[in-house]
């Protein structure tokens, strides 16, 4: 069996239910702040609220607040090198350009060169069938 000397702690129902009144108040956070338009913060602000409930799950339902010192130590530098990797690739996000919807073709997932037909007219389309040339059309041949 375990060698080592592990006790089970209880935790009262009170405890239960302010962390799951913390969760739907969160919840509601989460959802009003979705109405709102804090510019290129709307992703850190949704991922700190994410993060927030993330961490009571964890902290109160997974018992990881009555656990040892060196899985919480775990845990908290795992939340940190998240949040360091996710703030890096977010950077990294502010130097793409805009993705327009006009940029794709009849609900196309491949972005459609629009240059292309700008600068010559009558020229066969990027993506899409290829259209036969009016003048073989059967309409032109009288």
């Known amino acids: ?5 592990h006790s089970h702690h209880v935790i009262p129902v009170k405890v239960y239910a302010a962390i ?30 994410a993060t927030i ?3 009571l ?10 656990d040892t010192v060196f ?6 530098s795992t939340a940190i090198f998240l949040a360091l990797f996710m703030g890096l690739a977010l950077l990294d996000s502010g130097a793409r350009l805009p993705v327009k919807p006009s940029q794709f073709a009849d609900n196309s997932p491949v972005p459609v060169d629009r240059t292309a037909e700008a600068a010559a007219p009558g020229a066969q389309p990027a993506v899409g069938g290829a259209e036969a040339p009016k003048s073989a059309t059967p309409e032109n041949k009288h």
């Open 71 to 76: 899985n919480r130590i775990v845990f908290f």
């Open 53 to 55: 409930k993330a961490m």
């Open 57 to 66: 799950v964890c902290l109160y339902f997974m018992h990881l607040r009555y």
């Open 20 to 49: 799951f009144g913390a969760l739907l108040v969160l919840t509601y956070i989460t959802v009003q702040v979705s109405y709102f338009n804090f510019g290129v913060l709307n992703i850190a602000v949704a991922v700190v609220v």
């Open 1 to 5: 069996m375990s060698s080592g000397n």
